[in-house]
């Protein structure tokens, strides 16, 4: 049967999937708390019979923590694996939902009509969007489009501890052509997104030791290193006046953002007046020459996110103390790599460090490169048109400032390129009191992986 | 009687006088603890007592804390106003002490001989150097040589908070010509020392305003204004890279130091070195072409005793916090003034902020000029004199990098200049368990002032 028998399939079945829906969304699967470890169990029950209902292979898989979701179904086409997570965040603040967090309830509002739950949003109802587009491909012609494996974890929200062990022990078992990620959101409202590059990240920690021990202001104020100032100088030297990252080598590896990219990011209606003025800002205080969205997505940065030492109470003490410590994060793009990174920023304090001045670092490195999605595959270019189709506006692969960890291992562990497409809006509380997820995001979404799944299978 | 006479008598009465230190030293007049505060009411009486039977008027007088004593002796030549104080630090950590705290005991040493017993040194055995020195001109010549006024409080180590009150109300009682303290140390053993010039000090904080709320590193790393990095910024403009200050018209008000001045601090031979290496430095880190201890007593500072903000917990956190804070002191020396300079430090901060920054400042000021003692009056060449002639090496005015606020007191209440003259020695450690004072501070510290009061009396 055509696309289009499959897509009008969808539409008459809309109630139905939001009934679906609701059921997943009543299983109160908060995997931080251990008290709703059964809820977990439920949850990670209730997708394998979902997926059993549509003829997939599909089982439960113990880890230490909360079990693993694991499914395949046959088929013809490009193998691909879809990932999805089933469990959510805690509820609390309660006093501020209008309505049970896990009372699922369609509403009219005045944006149009949501779904409002504990996790409609992140992840139930997009990983459903999925599963609801495989059950109209399996309702309409017996059989998916394409070999898919369907992988959900349930410890997304408590920093998913047995993801990595998990997929390195069943990694043959994971294997496929591309991953697909449904757990992001729309660049604006009603542009379709393809998120294709995610900046990597780089942790480091120091502290400076300056005297042996703290010491009256009175006294050796003057002559006494002050590892408070002396921190400040460092931290100071990090940027240039143009907010350019001073550090000898920091932009290698950086590319300059190709033409096409930035013509489709324009395209987006960010407003970065509303962006920046929405936190209290009247302008960028960025690297000059590029815009807010440029810097976010496509730029690397070295922020400092703590700093701290000497007397921090009420009045004053007139101490000098013998350390000062900071905390600082780099968010890398491109092919900037991690390890030579943390060297560079390293060898940039030490080279600038007073006599006298001694310094350690931490030892609990972390680093994880760009990922940096190999959108000329032609799957890409194929999705962004399948979106467009769906939602009538150009689809344009977007950065993201942020980091997802997993899109980093599917491809380490994996080897495997993500495909990272979500239809949650900003605005659905994600994380918060009273999150929902438009219904027309739900109903699109899964018009949308019908699309894309119609056209990875040519 | 002439003053050999005076002194022999001291002499002879050595053991008498260690003995009544003693029965002060046995008094446990902590201040700062409610529980000892019969405790201080017996060490007021005790000293009531040993003024009363020199002869002189004394009482006890109530304050809403600990009880003053103040005492008037008649007597010929300048009125003086002698200043000590009876109460004590507290003693834990109690198993750090080898004897008993208020077990007095005359001990031998490698360094000689000394009186242990917290308060040994500060301040009992110090202020007991004066009263024996009254006690032997009474003994010999059956009075006083001055006219004096005995003024003691027991609040001093727990910031004495009754002590302006009760000068304020009793200004014409305590008004005389030259207030004498002791309470400070010799600038090097052996060393005889007036300490001339206390530096003052400037107590100022502020907070660096950023983002309305706490921002995702993530998302707004770069573009926006990082409070951290923005206070790191400003607090490295504080200082050139010659260790001067660079606050414009920092050092209006700063003297250079008399060239015979100079030549007695070079006299005190105090070791550079071993004052930087004691606490891990090789080299100065202060004002370029000044000595440590020309900084440390007669050179203004701008040190950070605080700086935080952010996140300072275990591991990290991608934030960039909507603020950051910073405490600060200045040491103020020659006719620095407090209130001009707060204006220039914050006007130095507030012409450097960054667009989108706000900043406010701590509203709970506090600044005190330095004390710098009137040292052409005659009496301080006489001391200084007298004080060469006990000890038999020159004397010197020497400088102090803390601010002892009594002397500042003295002059804004009650106009009178003070004379710092004490016997300390660095090692007697005060404040700290095994407290100790060299016999021959005791010994030669009642000499001292009994030549002191000798030469003042002619």
């Keep these: 049967m055509s696309l289009s028998t499959v897509l009008s399939h969808v539409d008459a079945q809309l109630p139905a999937a939001l009934d679906r829906l609701s059921g997943l969304l009543r299983i109160p699967s908060i995997s931080t708390d251990p008290a709703h470890a059964n809820d977990c169990d439920a949850a990670a029950n209730w997708l394998v019979s979902e997926l059993k209902s ?265 101490v000098i103390p013998s350390e000062a410590h900071c905390k600082l994060t780099c968010r890398l793009v491109g092919d900037m790599d991690p390890d030579s990174l943390r060297e560079k920023v390293r060898k940039h304090v030490e080279d600038r460090l007073s006599p006298d001045a001694k310094i350690t670092w931490d030892q609990d490195l972390e680093g994880s490169p760009a990922a940096v999605m190999n959108t000329a595959r032609p799957e890409f270019e194929a999705a962004r048109q399948a979106l467009s189709d769906e939602w009538g506006r150009e689809a344009v692969f977007t950065g993201m400032g942020g980091s997802i960890p997993i899109a980093g291992y599917f491809k380490q562990i994996l080897g495997l390129d993500a495909m990272l497409i979500g239809f949650a809006n900003e605005d659905d509380a994600i994380h918060s009191p009273n999150e929902k997820y438009n219904v027309e995001s739900f109903h699109k979404g899964i018009r949308s992986w019908a699309r894309v799944l119609d056209t990875l299978a040519r």
């Design 54 to 318: 549509l003829g997939i292979k599909a089982e439960k898989r113990a880890t230490p923590g909360r079990p693993m979701v694991v499914g395949h179904a046959a088929g013809p086409g490009p193998h691909l694996l879809f990932y999805g997570h089933y469990d959510v965040q805690p509820v609390d603040p309660l006093d501020l939902w209008h309505t049970d967090p896990f009372a699922p309830q369609v509403q009219e509002t005045p944006k149009g009509r949501v779904i409002r739950a504990r996790g409609s949003s992140d992840d139930k109802g997009q990983l459903m969007t999925f599963i609801e587009a495989c059950r109209a491909f399996k309702d309409v012609n017996g059989h998916l489009p394409c070999r898919i494996t369907f992988f959900f974890e349930g410890e997304e929200e408590s920093g998913s501890p047995s993801l990595i062990p998990f997929m390195r022990d069943n990694a043959s078992e994971l294997s496929a052509d591309l991953a697909l990620i449904c757990d992001t959101s729309m660049v604006a409202p009603g542009v379709p997104s393809i998120a294709s590059q995610l900046r990597g990240m780089l942790k480091d920690e120091f502290t400076i030791h300056g005297p042996r021990i703290d010491l009256h202001s009175g006294h050796y104020g003057g002559p006494a290193l002050n590892p408070l100032r002396e921190i400040a100088r460092l931290i100071a030297s990090f940027h240039d006046d143009r907010g350019r990252v001073a550090v000898e080598g920091f932009y290698e590896g950086v590319h300059e953002v190709p033409a096409e990219l930035l013509r489709q990011w324009q395209s987006v209606g960010f407003d970065e007046h509303d962006y920046l003025s929405s936190v209290g800002f009247t302008q960028s205080h960025g690297e000059a020459g590029y815009s807010t969205l440029v810097q976010q997505w496509a730029r690397p940065t070295l922020e400092i996110n703590g700093l701290w030492g000497g007397y921090q109470g009420a009045g004053s003490k007139t």
